[in-house]
């Protein structure tokens, strides 16, 4: 991605990807950066100098999670990459059918996988956007907040791109682990977000 509007542009064009999984892991990736800015500003600050050496943990924890959705980013255009490349392998004899349905069941188990990943990345961020909650700066509350919500609708969005792959799974056992893994972070999304809300607006008044 040369620019975010290279990339945009690319999203709004009718190539297959990116899509909305790719799209997902850079909203989350947007809320880690958040997080990173505000620990920032924090260490920076003498006000918050007792607490100077756990922001300093909240930066490289953010650092760490926004590479990490960077990354996901690709492999999720990837993997969507190899199911659109199995689809079009032709089906004509019985065993270029058999080899594309293998092949594109494993890209699909691929597909699956990665944006399972990054609800999992993005459930760390919003877990890290609450955590700066813990030594408010009052002046940076908004950015907080856009920080979590950042997170929590990466996840979301990952979770359509979870489910839409399990449609066309023939693995029932690994439909079954992965929508019990999602539905937990859903969950704990869901808390998370709910409890960041109250807490921004209560510390605003």
Not at 75 to 86: C, K, P
Not at 125 to 143: F, G, K, M, V
Not at 191 to 203: H, K, Q, T
């Amino acid at each position: 991605m040369k620019t975010l509007d290279d990339y945009l542009n690319q999203l709004a064009s009718s190539a297959p990807t990116p899509g909305g999984g790719s799209a997902a892991c850079l909203v989350a990736a947007q809320g880690a950066a958040l997080v990173a800015m505000v620990a920032r500003i924090c260490v920076e600050s003498k006000a918050f100098a007792p607490w100077r050496d756990w922001f300093a943990e909240r930066i490289e924890n953010a650092e760490r999670l926004r590479a990490a959705l960077s990354e996901a980013r690709l492999r999720d255009e990837e993997a969507y990459g190899e199911v659109v490349a199995a689809m079009a392998l032709p089906k004509g004899s019985p065993d270029q059918a058999r080899e594309r349905s293998e092949r594109l069941q494993r890209a699909l188990a691929h597909a699956a996988a990665e944006p399972l990943r990054a609800a999992e990345l993005a459930m760390r961020t919003l877990d890290e956007a609450r955590l700066l909650l813990e030594h408010p700066n009052p002046h940076l509350l908004s950015d907080v907040g856009c920080a979590g919500e950042f997170a929590a609708a990466g996840l979301a969005a990952a979770a359509y791109n979870v489910r839409v792959n399990h449609r066309y799974l023939r693995d029932e056992l690994l439909v079954a682990r992965q929508r019990v893994a999602l539905e937990r972070l859903e969950a704990r999304a869901r808390d998370g977000i709910v409890a960041l809300r109250a807490e921004i607006v209560e510390r605003g008044r």
